[in-house]
């Protein structure tokens, strides 16, 4: 079975997302910048017994995301689903950033993405289809939150771009819109959130989605 790759596989979201397919017999391939996160992710996946591979990378740097890719595409197939779920989350202000720091969150939040999906998905369309989620948030602007905020602005603007140029050849590309802090035991629970991505792969094609919004 084709599997799914998480990019930005941190203890929240990327867990939870992996767990949810992996428990369905999908092999996981987790990919995060940190081996302390991947090794505690793979831990949380043992109980499914779905075939995990881990590979470290920096999403700002194309040819460590690239190299990643290729690593987990070798181990466990051309991926059926792949899901990025990296981001640069802060507190900032209008005006705190440098331009090297706006260009920074940028690379991690929006660039990375693009980057993302645009090495995936023509193996995608050459296969005759597979499913692009990207992780997003701030469906308004936050002053508190400058950074994140234009970030996820051009998330949701990249997936309609990406959902027009590969959805014809039957790639599903969407974004998850989580409106709030997530927490376990919360309305905004990542176990909860993940339903979202289960269920976006998952949907017929003439009753595609290109956004869910999880308000809580």
């Not at 070798?74 to 991926?79: E, F, I, M, R, V």
């Not at 692009?132 to 949701?156: C, N």
């Amino acid at each position: 079975m084709a599997g799914l790759v998480v990019v930005g596989a941190g203890t929240g979201i990327g867990q939870s997302v992996a767990y949810r397919f992996a428990k369905e017999g999908m092999p996981v391939g987790l990919i995060a910048r940190s081996s302390e996160t991947l090794d505690s992710v793979e831990r949380a996946l043992a109980p499914t017994g779905a075939a995990v591979f881990k590979a470290q990378a920096d999403v700002s740097d194309e040819s460590s995301l690239r190299g990643a890719l290729d690593d987990a595409r070798d181990a466990l197939g051309p991926p059926e689903v792949v899901v990025y779920n990296a981001a640069l989350v802060r507190a900032d202000g209008i005006g705190d950033l440098s331009v090297a720091e706006h260009q920074a969150a940028w690379a991690v939040n929006v660039v990375g993405a693009l980057k993302t999906a645009a090495y995936v998905a023509p193996g995608m369309e050459s296969r005759g289809g597979g499913t692009i989620v990207v992780t997003g948030g701030m469906p308004k602007g936050d002053e508190r939150h400058v950074s994140l905020s234009l970030g996820k602005a051009g998330v949701r603007a990249l997936v309609s771009m990406l959902a027009d140029q590969y959805g014809p050849s039957g790639v599903h590309v969407a974004t998850v819109t989580v409106a709030g802090a997530v927490a376990p035991g919360t309305a905004f629970d990542p176990d909860d959130i993940a339903e979202h991505y289960w269920h976006l792969h998952n949907q017929r094609r003439e009753e595609w989605s290109t956004e869910i919004v999880h308000s809580g």
